[in-house]
């Protein structure tokens, strides 16, 4: 949104991002860092863990996900004898953890798609591992249980301190479900898997929109900042008597995706260049930085968005810095949701990292 202020000042289009084959941009240093805790561990789960109840469950996992592939390799093959929860089915060995999540920020579907980095700094031994349960309680004085498999990997015992991340870049689906149409099928074998579109919380036609002309391509992504709430953002882009703005997406603070306007049509959030490009807004306010499920979120769809449109990776943009962007006065929008720093650079910056 934000359709006010700012020098005329014309930055120079940012360079595009070298793009990178997905394996190397796990180990980029501008990875953004959705969770991190570091303090003492212990140890939890599996049949001798008397610590657990015999029936007690997991806060991240329910009985049906026995059936998952995706996740049964983290249990037994059977319940150990005289339990029924999951918490006694963990197979010990495997790597798993529990942390005093606050689902506000780290919601439940994203933990269980996440992959953690967990490290033990004294040592520098690192393995990935999976957020299973919520835990330890905060009168223990330790961060995280990690299961005993892990924890004599990395060196560590009850009381050591451990340290724990989740990134951007590892909080994708387990295993991406792909999408290959039968003249695909031939395509190189390290093509990424295809992503498939976000779920969308709710669609609220904005009567905002128009038909895009025959034969325009959609070749833009343009990232918005609300400058407002999220019901703010809604009821604006569903007015009729005023501005008559809106946008294809509106991204909550939480990672809720709300649809406004068909990709197929254009929406009004970008004055100039509405004919090829999709509008995405973010809730926050002009100070605020992208919270994390939102910043997880807005990715997923991002790289929906590409594939789905064969967008150039390049043409993402901030409102201020998209081609042919004509408001005069310019935007400060998207504000410093990607970074602190108002540029186009900045928004090229977040999307190497997190896209
Ligand atoms: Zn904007």
């Not at 004294?122 to 223990?140: E, F, L």
């Not at 249980?145 to 340290?163: E, I, Q, Y």
């Not at 943009?317 to 310019?330: A, K, L, V």
């Amino acid at each position: 949104m934000a359709q006010r202020r700012k020098s005329s000042k014309k930055k120079p289009a940012a360079k595009r991002p070298q793009r990178k084959k997905l394996v190397k941009q796990k180990i980029q240093p501008l990875e953004e860092i959705l969770f991190r805790v570091e303090g003492k561990m212990s140890t939890f789960g599996g049949p001798t863990d008397t610590g657990m109840a015999a029936d007690e469950g997991l806060a991240l996992f329910t009985p049906a996900d026995l059936q998952d592939p995706k996740y049964s390799y983290l249990f037994l093959p059977t319940s150990p004898p005289g339990t029924s929860g999951l918490g006694r089915r963990l197979n010990p060995e495997k790597y798993y953890f529990a942390c005093r999540w606050n689902y506000n920020d780290t919601p439940r579907e994203f933990l269980r798609r996440a992959l953690a980095r967990v490290e033990n700094p004294a040592n520098r031994r690192a393995a990935d591992a999976r957020p299973v349960d919520w835990g330890p309680h905060i009168s223990t004085g330790r961060v995280a249980d990690l299961s005993p498999g892990l924890a004599t990997a990395l060196g560590l015992k009850t009381d050591d301190v451990v340290r724990i991340t989740i990134s951007a870049l590892r909080a994708t689906p387990v295993k991406p479900i792909k999408l290959v149409k039968p003249a695909e099928r031939t395509a190189p074998a390290f093509q990424p898997a295809a992503s498939t579109k976000p779920v969308i919380k709710q669609f609220i036609r904005s009567p905002n929109c128009s038909s895009r002309k025959v034969g325009t391509k959609i070749d833009k992504i343009v990232l918005h900042c609300t400058e407002g709430s999220l019901a703010g953002a809604l009821a604006e882009f569903q007015k009729t008597d005023s501005r008559k703005v809106s946008a294809h997406y509106v991204i909550d603070r939480n990672g809720d995706i709300y649809q406004m306007v068909n990709d197929t049509d254009c929406a009004n959030h970008c004055m100039g260049a509405n004919a090829g490009s999709i509008g995405i807004e973010h809730v926050g306010s002009e100070t605020d930085s992208l919270a994390p499920p939102q910043a997880a979120a807005s990715a997923a769809l991002i790289r929906w968005l590409l594939q789905e449109h064969q967008i150039p990776r390049a043409n993402i943009f901030g409102h201020d810095f998209t081609p042919g962007y004509c408001r005069p006065g310019g935007t400060s929008c998207p504000d410093k949701l990607f970074g602190p720093v108002h540029s186009q650079a900045t928004i090229a910056t977040w999307v190497a990292a997190n896209v």
